[in-house]
């Protein structure tokens, strides 16, 4: 590895990378910012129908449950959906980090954490979703009246279940990518390999995923 | 290998960086949650828009914080934040143009279809729809069988 630390490199003057990323890394980026434009047309879809709407339910009203606690509870589950992903996103930094300082042992424990806070977002989701089910609630019903008391259609119900279906199975992608890596570890392909790149890869795809719950999040639980 | 084609440059990373934008979403996050409790009793149409517009800003700092730190974005070189980012700006049309779009949608639908204004704010019945699943299983699957 170079360790020059020049001021001002002249990055197209050929011979490196002009981003001063490796290949993969790069194009992780570019996979990462088209996926942002797919679910940006997923959320101006659905604000664009929302605008043009003269009702549309409250999601205060929806989604109010609570495992075990029954319901009455706005906000309560969501909040606690987000604050698994926002931990699980943590806990993957410090395994990038650990990843820097080739410590495997960190760089396993703190993966596993991102996997069991992966999978308990998706058993909130699905609990979530059964329960909404049993409400009457699926892609083209919707048993929810509008926040004004006036019949709603059905567009609140599909682009609830497309949009977080379509988060939900990136979630699912990652935990997947997240344990190939954790096997990978753990069978020292990245100690023979010398470095811990790949992981940074799994990492910028897992907190995108962190990212687009963010948005998701706001656009229909809170507004 | 890889690696061999990227420079390593100086770090200025603050030691506690990663304790301290948790700490910042947290309380990001907090805030927001606050706000959308306190929305609930709010009927006023101006200030619930007002709330919803700070939602909105809150959410674009986290996205900064997350992007920024976690994805390491502000310490890459700027030659690699602008091939990701000025693509992104086009969002800035996108969201524009088509929730004015729809918004007008809406207001000539109600300026020029009555029929459409009176059906979609015509208050209907609630319907029996109990959180407590299990037992009014049954009874939200046949409600929704008859409409």
């Known amino acids: 590895m170079q360790t020059a630390t020049t001021a001002n490199p002249k990055w197209w003057n050929g011979g490196k990378s002009p981003f001063n990323v490796e290949y993969g890394k790069l194009m992780m980026w570019y996979f990462l910012m088209s996926d942002a434009f797919t679910f940006g047309a997923f959320l101006i879809s659905y604000g664009t129908i929302r605008f043009s ?19 009455g509870l706005p906000l309560m589950f969501v909040s606690l959906m987000t604050f698994i992903l926002i931990i699980s996103s943590v806990t993957m930094v410090l395994a990038v980090k650990a990843g820097h300082e080739n410590n495997k042992q960190k760089v396993v424990t703190n993966l596993v954490w991102t996997i069991i806070g992966g999978i308990a977002f998706l058993s909130c989701q699905a609990w979530e979703w059964t329960h909404l089910h049993h409400e009457g609630a699926w892609w083209g019903a919707n048993p929810f009246l509008n926040a004004d008391g006036s019949q709603s259609s059905t567009n609140f119900t599909n682009y609830f279940f497309t949009i977080t279906g379509f988060h939900g199975f990136h979630v699912f992608s990652g935990v997947i990518i997240n344990i190939i890596m954790l096997i990978m570890t753990l069978n020292d392909t990245f100690e023979k390999r010398g470095h811990y790149l790949m992981i940074e890869k799994a990492g910028l795809y897992w907190h995108f995923v962190d990212l687009v719950w963010v948005f998701v999040f706001t656009c229909f639980y809170l507004i | 290998m890889e690696q061999s084609e990227v420079v390593q440059l100086e770090h200025h990373e603050n030691k506690n960086e990663v304790r301290n934008v948790t700490i910042i979403l947290t309380i990001l996050t907090i805030v927001e949650l606050v706000l959308g409790f306190w929305m609930m009793k709010i009927d006023q149409p101006n200030l619930r828009l007002a709330i919803k517009g700070s939602i909105v800003i809150l959410m674009l700092v986290k996205a900064f914080y997350i992007v920024g730190y976690f994805m390491h974005l502000k310490h890459e070189i700027k030659n690699l934040i602008m091939t990701i980012i000025v693509p992104l700006m086009l969002f800035v ?39 407590e699943h299990g037992a009014t299983t049954h009874d939200a699957t046949e409600e929704h069988k008859e409409h």
Request: proline residues 7%; glycine residues 6%; charged residues 20%.
């Open chain 1, 53 to 71: 709407t003269n009702g549309w339910p409250d999601p205060n009203v929806v989604f109010q449950s609570f495992p075990f606690l029954g319901s």
């Open chain 2, 93 to 131: 049309w996108f969201i524009a143009a088509f929730l004015y779009d729809g918004n007008s949608f809406k207001n000539l639908r109600n300026n020029y279809d009555p029929h459409f204004k009176e059906k979609s704010t015509q208050k209907v019945e609630a319907k029996e729809h109990n959180a």
